[in-house]
């Protein structure tokens, strides 16, 4: 099985094809990513902070230190950069279910469904 990226979403932008930063060499925009089983029904929500390094190096840091788990950096914002980072790593994930897929996209964007377990 494989998987196929059905379309990108923002609720910051909308649409997100027509974003446009106020600097586009320092943004950070929270961007979900809509995949299902290529081919197949349904879709599931992959999260990504997309942002430039300079953005990233401003956050405060309460701590002292990050863990930037399901960012996606960019030099300067690009939608079809995004698209074709987002659908690359999407378009590699295969397995033989729709879990150990999503499971191999959730190492790059968090899964709405990554810690769910039955009851």
């Given at each position: 099985m494989r998987a196929e990226l059905r379309?990108?979403?923002?609720?910051?932008?909308?649409?997100?094809?027509?974003?446009?930063?106020?600097?586009?060499?320092?943004?950070?925009?929270?961007?979900?990513?809509?995949?299902?089983?290529?081919?197949?029904?349904?879709?599931?929500?992959f999260e990504f902070v997309v942002c430039t390094a300079r953005?990233?190096?401003?956050?405060p840091f309460d701590k002292g230190f990050a863990w930037p788990l399901h960012h996606l950096f960019l030099k300067r914002w690009d939608y079809a950069t995004v698209e074709r980072a987002i659908n690359d790593a999407v378009t590699r994930a295969e397995g033989p279910?729709?879990?150990?897929?999503?499971?191999?996209?959730?190492?790059?964007?968090?899964w709405e469904f990554a810690d769910y377990r039955a009851q």
């Open positions: 379309r990108l979403h923002s609720p910051d932008a909308d649409p997100l094809r027509d974003y446009e930063p106020e600097d586009p060499r320092d943004f950070g925009i929270y961007v979900q990513a809509l995949v299902g089983p290529s081919g197949g029904p349904g879709e599931e929500s953005w990233f190096d401003a956050q279910d729709w879990s150990s897929v999503a499971a191999q996209i959730a190492r790059y964007g968090g």
